[in-house]
C-alpha cells in the first residue's frame, strides 16, 4: 500500500499515471572527479524493493542507454560505465543512490533513477542532470617558501556527510606512506599520529567547507622535500572517495650581485647577438666606400688649397712691385765734348723680371712701341 497523497506531496513528489516522480535536481562535477547521485524513497511504511534501474540520456534526440540495473540482490554495470559506476546506497531502506567515478565529458546529461517495489504498480522516479566542467590540475607546481592549496570535494545531491577525512603522502613509489592530516567532524579536530605526519606539523591546516564535503588543505612553507603525491580520502560511512594530487617543488634561484661577466650572456645572447653580427657586417661593407669618400674629400680639398695659395702668391707680388730685384747697369759713353755746365751724363739699364706664369703671355704692342727693343734709357739729374 503506498503512502497518502497528502505525506506524498509534502515530500515534493507528484503523482503520474503509474509513476510517482520527483522534482529534478542538478549536480556539478568537474571531469575525473566522483559524483554521488541520490535516490532515496521516504516512507514510513516497510516496503521491499524489487529493482533498481539507472538511465542516461544525453538529449531530446538521442536513445536512452542503461547505466546499472539492479534486481534480484544482484547490481549490473552497463556499456560504457561498466567499472564506473556502483550502487552504494541501502536497498532495505529504498536507497538507491548511484556512484559514478572519473567523470567523463561525455557524462553530462540526465539521469533517471526508477525504483519499483513488491507488490506495486506504481514506480519511484528521480532525475539528476549533471553538469561536467573541464579537469581540475592533478599537478600543481610551488616554489620553495610558497604556500599551496590542494583541493578534495566530494559531490552529492544528497546532504550525506563525511565522517572522516584522511591526507596521506608519499615521495615515490616504494616509499612508506605519511600522514598529513586526519580529521574527524565529530571532534572539531585535527587528528593522527605524531610520529609519522611530525615534519607537515604548524604548516598543514584544513581549508575546505566540511559541512559540504570539502577537505580541502592549505600546505605552508614549502620545502624541497615536501615534493610528492598527496592523496585525499572523504570517508561517508562505509563509502569512501579518494583524489590524488602530485605537487612539484622549484627551488628558488640564489640572488647574485649583477657583474658584467653575468650580463654578457643575456647581451649576447638571443635575438641581440644577431643585431651586433648585422651590425658588425654592415660596418665591414660598408668600409671601403667610407675610406674612398674620404680620400676623394681630401684630394679635393688639397687641390683648391694649392690653387688658393698660387693665385694668393701672384696676387701678393702684383701687388707689391716695389719688392721686385731692379738691376741697373751703368754705361760709359765717351763722350766727346764737355757741356758747358761742366756736369757728366750717365746712362743706366733696367731689368725687369718676368714671372714663370707670364712667360708665356704675349707681349703687347704699346710695350714693344715703348721699349723700341732696346734698354729703357733714364736720365740721372
Known amino acids: 500500500m503506498m503512502p497518502p497523497l497528502a505525506f506524498l506531496t509534502s515530500v515534493g513528489y507528484s503523482l503520474g ?3 510517482l516522480i520527483v522534482s529534478s535536481v542538478e549536480l556539478t562535477v568537474h571531469v575525473g572527479d566522483s559524483a ?21 540520456s544525453s538529449g531530446e534526440h538521442f ?3 542503461y547505466v546499472l540495473f539492479y534486481y534480484a540482490n544482484i547490481s549490473v554495470p552497463v556499456g560504457r560505465f561498466q567499472n564506473r559506476v556502483r550502487l552504494v546506497g541501502d536497498i532495505l531502506h529504498h536507497d538507491g543512490s548511484l556512484l559514478l567515478q572519473n567523470v567523463e565529458e561525455a557524462d553530462q ?9 513488491k507488490m506495486e504498480s506504481l514506480v519511484f522516479k528521480k532525475a539528476v542532470v549533471l553538469h561536467v566542467l573541464p579537469e581540475e590540475p592533478k599537478e600543481l607546481m610551488a616554489h620553495v617558501g610558497d604556500s599551496t592549496q590542494m583541493g578534495c570535494v566530494f559531490h552529492s545531491t544528497e546532504e550525506k556527510h563525511m565522517t572522516r577525512v584522511d591526507w596521506m603522502f608519499s615521495s615515490g613509489e616504494h616509499a612508506k606512506e605519511e600522514i598529513v592530516l586526519r580529521y574527524y567532524p565529530k571532534l572539531k579536530a585535527p587528528m593522527g599520529y605524531p610520529q609519522n ?10 581549508v575546505g567547507d566540511t ?3 570539502d577537505g580541502s588543505i592549505m600546505l605552508h612553507r614549502v620545502k624541497e622535500s615536501d615534493g610528492g603525491s598527496y592523496t585525499c580520502s572523504i570517508h561517508l560511512g562505509n563509502l569512501t572517495v579518494r583524489k590524488t594530487t602530485v605537487l612539484h617543488v622549484i627551488l628558488k634561484e640564489p640572488r647574485t650581485l649583477v657583474t658584467p661577466v653575468t650580463l654578457r650572456p643575456e647581451i649576447l645572447g638571443g635575438n641581440q647577438l644577431v643585431i651586433i653580427v648585422g651590425i658588425i657586417c654592415a660596418t665591414i661593407l660598408l668600409l671601403p666606400v667610407l675610406i674612398l669618400i674620404v680620400k676623394r ?8 688649397t694649392s690653387t688658393t695659395l698660387v693665385k694668393s702668391l701672384e696676387n701678393t707680388k702684383k701687388a707689391n712691385p716695389e719688392k721686385h730685384i ?10 766727346d765734348e764737355e757741356e758747358p755746365s761742366g756736369k757728366s751724363e750717365a746712362t743706366y739699364m733696367t731689368m725687369h723680371p718676368v714671372w714663370p706664369s707670364l712667360r708665356s703671355a704675349p707681349t703687347s704692342p704699346s710695350d714693344k712701341k715703348s721699349d723700341g727693343g732696346m734698354p729703357r734709357r733714364e736720365q740721372a739729374f
Not at 605526519?197 to 584544513?206: D, M, P, S, T
Not at 731692379?326 to 763722350?335: A, G
Request: glycine share 6%.
Open 63 to 65: 536513445k536512452d542507454d
Open 326 to 335: 731692379y738691376s741697373s747697369i751703368t754705361m760709359q759713353e765717351v763722350i
Open 211 to 213: 559541512s559540504r564535503n
Open 109 to 117: 546529461g540526465n539521469y533517471t533513477c526508477e525504483i519499483r517495489f
Open 197 to 206: 605526519w611530525g615534519r607537515f606539523q604548524n604548516r598543514v591546516n584544513l
Open 297 to 304: 674629400t681630401y684630394g679635393n680639398k688639397s687641390t683648391v
Open 17 to 19: 499515471l503509474n509513476d
Open 36 to 56: 554521488l547521485l541520490g535516490c532515496i524513497f521516504q516512507s514510513t511504511e516497510e516496503k521491499l524493493v524489487t529493482k533498481v534501474d539507472w538511465i542516461f
